[in-house]
């Protein structure tokens, strides 16, 4: 998957429904909410707070690193692990339109691509 490629939903939230204020799954645990979340074609993003997680740091996730969204409970689940997204490029609302930062982030969440299915009960 290209780096553009992790910013295009691969699984689409239902028409009109807004994912701010949703729960973030990884798949060994939540790891906060969505503080925004963008919906442009080919340069979706969620930025997550992550509360106390990561010492209140916010995290930019590309659209594609989700996997699933299930709006009975409110949440969002993205194909990665916690250390996973603490460890990618660092969040800076300054360069979240950055060209460099953007394919930086792409290519970090591409390398890691997973192909673990998760169940959603």
């Known amino acids: 998957m290209s780096s553009v ?3 295009t ?3 689409s939230p239902a028409a009109g429904t807004d994912l701010t204020g949703y729960s973030v799954e990884a798949r060994d645990g939540g790891i906060g909410k969505v503080d925004e979340a963008t919906y442009e074609a080919g340069s979706s993003f969620v930025v997550v707070d ?3 997680w990561i010492f209140g740091k916010k995290v930019m996730i590309p659209a594609g690193a989700i996997q699933s ?3 009975d409970t409110e949440t969002v ?5 916690k250390d ?8 800076d609302d300054t360069v979240r339109d950055d060209t460099t930062y953007r394919e930086n982030l792409g ?3 591409g390398s890691r691509r997973t192909t673990g299915d998760r169940d959603i009960v």
């Not at 689940?77 to 692990?81: D, G, I, K, N, P």
Request: charged share 20%.
């Open 69 to 71: 969204v299930d709006p």
């Open 50 to 52: 992550t509360g106390p």
């Open 9 to 11: 939903y691969t699984t």
């Open 84 to 91: 996973e997204i603490k460890d990618s490029p660092e969040f």
């Open 77 to 81: 689940f993205v194909s990665y692990t």
């Open 107 to 109: 290519s970090y969440y």
């Open 5 to 7: 490629d992790m910013y």
